[in-house]
């Protein structure tokens, strides 16, 4: 099983550029305040990079996927995903940590256990990037 991979192994940059490249990697939105404009435009650019790496080199990162509920959107709340809509603290799940990889003129985005097309069935396709990943996501809500 593939594992989500950090700045670190990535990039040699400051600790705010990291800091920013791993927020994307975990499924953060970027942190745009803090200790001033420069700081938070460094997490900017981080989280900008890691997001086209994702888009163009295939690294694996974490996407918040709604609950199963209509309009339930998660955010990070005391270190786990919680959601205001339907009240689930808890609520991320492994799938959330995917790939999405250009296979032809498509893409496929994957859960980090997916092993081939014929033994996973944790994999969906789109002809975007985001529609991949949209796929996944109600394929793998249906699953529970």
């Known amino acids: ?3 989500l991979k950090y700045a670190q192994d990535y990039i040699r940059a400051n600790s705010s550029v990291m800091s920013g490249f791993n927020m ?6 970027p942190i745009t305040f803090g200790d001033g404009f420069n700081d ?9 990079y890691a997001e086209k ?7 694996a990162f974490t996407h918040v996927f709604g609950c199963k509920k209509s309009g339930c959107y998660p955010f ?3 270190g786990f995903f919680v959601c205001n809509s339907c009240g689930g603290k ?4 492994d799938w959330w ?3 999405v990889e250009k296979d032809g003129n498509e893409y496929c985005c994957h859960g980090l256990d997916f092993k081939n097309l014929q033994e996973s069935d944790n994999y969906a396709f789109g002809k975007t990037f985001d529609e991949a990943i949209y796929n996944y996501g109600e394929l793998m809500k249906l699953k529970g």
């Open 1 to 3: 099983m593939e594992n």
């Open 76 to 78: 990070q709340y005391g």
């Open 24 to 29: 994307f990697i975990n499924g953060h939105a």
């Open 90 to 93: 808890g609520v991320d799940k």
């Open 40 to 48: 938070a435009y460094e997490r900017i650019q981080g989280y900008e």
């Open 97 to 99: 940590k995917i790939k």
């Open 53 to 59: 790496m994702a888009r163009e080199n295939a690294i």
